[in-house]
């Protein structure tokens, strides 16, 4: 079974906006084993709505819409929808009743613009939005199903979960698409396909592979169709084993989770505690961590050291060690690091200085250059990096080498 | 001049990856007056590969792929394209120079995997990568210009500003989208379009408005085309001029950046200082002031308090205000805005205490319940907000509620 993902919205077509829905939708579907064909973008106007919808529906049997289904004049999608769908908008009484509870719960008055909102085509089953006001709707025709859903990513999201999942489900067989992630950081893609080449040309011709980069770290992704899906991790759980004593150091890990999870996790299963004391990445790592759920259990605090006051006075760096060899250097970020961890009374600490850039960068210390330190009780790593030219990034590639650093000393102190 | 976007990669449609390429390309295409017409993704497979190229060039004259160009075996693209545009692959010699060169300067072995990037279609001409491997591509067939780029963003953006833009410019005319933005915040969309119905209805025909809305914001969009970008300017910037006194209090900016660009910029012009103090943000905010370039001009730093401890310790939060408030109260915040501005000497010191769940919730204290300070020399304002159930989204629009509350700070003490 394939599906088309259709997102609507001009928002989307002069990139004002990041589509995050259909990443999304993609790892969704692909789950319950349907197969995402392609996934496309179309503006705020009816003809290209229609023509989009008429494309996806004869690409495959499932399409998916989010977007176009706001209160507001620009969102289009309904009206199109009843001439496709040879419908009429009726007033839906379940959905007006939901509209007026939401307005009156949050003491705000209903318009006109919301009520319009419960109008819905008469050929359409309504897909209830618990927590907002557009509803999505579905309609089935000879060829396909079709899911439209609202743009908001909480709202559709939760629609999809409640409603449309039930009914995919009901369409799918035993048979499942599965992956399996392998986290590799410190090595390059081309050394690392070299590397791995004996081991990938081996693979089964139903395993797939895939070389899947981001700032300082490569996934590889094996995927196989399966009817158990006990027995389809198993095989590709044995061809990671067959893989990992190739790769030796530069494995991080086996679990389809982020770095900072994966972080995370080791300090909780080892009931140790981390802060950080960040400098270039200015809060980055803090955030990465916090955004996890549970964060709590073993993230204590950080202090964001910008400015060399605030390093002097809150993380108590020695004036002499900054004016001796400057901010972005390996003697600060090691006392940063050790007085992050007695300071806020942590078992690990990161400390991370550099110049991410653009500007600030000298012949002696360019840009790119970076300093990152690990304090634990049994001792400091300090490592330089040397990035690349783009500020994004080096703040991104200093977070990655940083939790790497900590998630090895991590390893090491369990052994 | 209309433009298809086509983005490749098995990872795109299995949502591993969010695709952020499109929407940078698409806004740098709308800069230069061409309009997107739709952009789609497509997986690794040679058929569907073709199919998306073929499909692209009838939909529009100017077609732009982004990625499958790598060294490693899952990456198709220059095969495909051999096929479509009757093509062999042939050595580049300018291209294999620069490999070597690129594995000279790192002190790393050239590889076979590394020498077949130099392999290009003979009917393309080469847009050469400055920062990578693999080239860029373009082919000139009956019906459009096909620009074919590497998938790593920073790669992609590099060949695109400075091999394709030019040709671009030289096919468009004097016409221009222009967009014109303005920022609102606290004001719900279906409520905000109530507001400015009588302004929407008078806009001009050639002139159109989109709702953008993001957690705890709405941009309002204008767009038109125009010969003159300096009169079409003027024309939107009119309109505008006309909406301001109707959303009164709600506005935030009429500029085309970001909430935590605003507060920087007019940081940097009032020469003030801010700091945070971040207890359920976890350094979000933060993160989003430090990944703006220059942003070391008024940012000193901050104390990320996720426990207790470091609230006391390094905030110096008096313990009895945690034992009988609690860490998320108004009195807390209080304590911790004011105690940064003085311990990292900043004029303006912005804190957030608050429950950003999925768990840590009570009847008393629930999640999405998040109080925020803002202390300047004159003052500190403390709100409350409830917000929803989802972490994410909490941390967002409490960043959002935070930074508009510090702009509003610093406007005020500027009148």
Same mark, same amino acid.
């Given at each position: 079974m394939e599906a088309t993902i259709l997102t609507i919205g001009d928002e989307l077509l002069i990139g004002q906006v990041i589509d995050t829905n259909s990443a999304w939708l993609a790892s969704q579907l692909n789950e319950i084993g349907i197969t995402v064909k392609t996934r496309f973008s179309v503006g705020d106007n009816n003809d290209e709505i229609r023509d989009a919808i008429f494309y996806a529906t004869e690409q495959s049997s499932v399409v998916i819409t989010t977007g176009g289904l706001g209160p507001t004049s620009d969102d289009k999608t309904s009206e199109v929808l009843c001439n496709v769908f040879d419908s009429e908008l009726v007033e839906n009484q379940e959905v007006l009743e939901h509209i007026a509870g939401f307005f009156a719960q949050r003491n705000l008055p209903l318009t006109d613009v919301n009520k319009r909102q419960a109008l819905v085509p008469d050929r359409a089953k309504v897909l209830f939005n618990h927590l907002g006001t557009a509803p999505g709707l579905y309609f089935e025709d000879a060829s396909a199903h079709i899911f439209v859903l609202p743009g908001v990513p909480f709202e559709m999201k939760d629609i999809f979960t409640r409603e449309v999942l039930p009914i995919l489900k009901s369409f799918t067989g035993s048979g499942k698409l599965i992956h399996q992630n392998m986290v590799v950081s410190g090595i390059g893609e081309s050394f690392l396909s070299d590397m791995i080449q004996p081991w990938e040309q081996n693979l089964p011709e139903d395993v797939s592979l895939a070389y899947l980069p981001s700032p300082g770290l490569i996934r590889l992704r094996l995927s196989a169709f399966t009817k158990s899906e006990k027995a389809g991790r198993g095989k590709l759980q044995l061809l990671f084993d067959a893989l990992r004593p190739l790769i030796k150091d530069y494995f991080v890990s086996d679990r389809d989770e982020k770095l900072s999870e994966t972080l995370l996790r080791e300090l909780l299963e080892a009931r140790k505690t981390i802060s950080t004391a960040e400098s270039c990445t200015g809060g980055y790592i803090a955030h990465q961590l916090t955004s996890?759920?549970?964060?709590s259990g073993a993230f204590w605090g950080s202090v964001i050291a910008y400015s060399n006051d605030v390093k002097t006075n809150m993380l108590r760096v020695n004036e002499d060690t900054l004016s001796k060899f400057g901010a972005v250097s390996a003697e600060t970020v090691k006392e940063m690091a050790e007085n992050a961890r007695s300071l806020l009374k942590t078992d690990f600490s990161i400390a991370v200085s550099g110049i991410a850039g653009p500007? #600030?960068?000298?012949?002696?210390?360019?840009? #790119?250059l970076v300093y990152i330190a690990v304090a634990s009780a049994k001792e400091t790593t300090v490592e330089e990096f040397h990035f690349g030219d783009f500020r994004e990034t080096n703040i991104a590639r200093s977070g990655v080498a940083a939790m790497n650093m900590c998630i090895k000393a991590l390893r090491k102190g369990r052994k």
């Open positions: 996890i759920p549970g964060s500007d #600030g960068g000298s012949d002696e210390k360019p840009v #790119g």
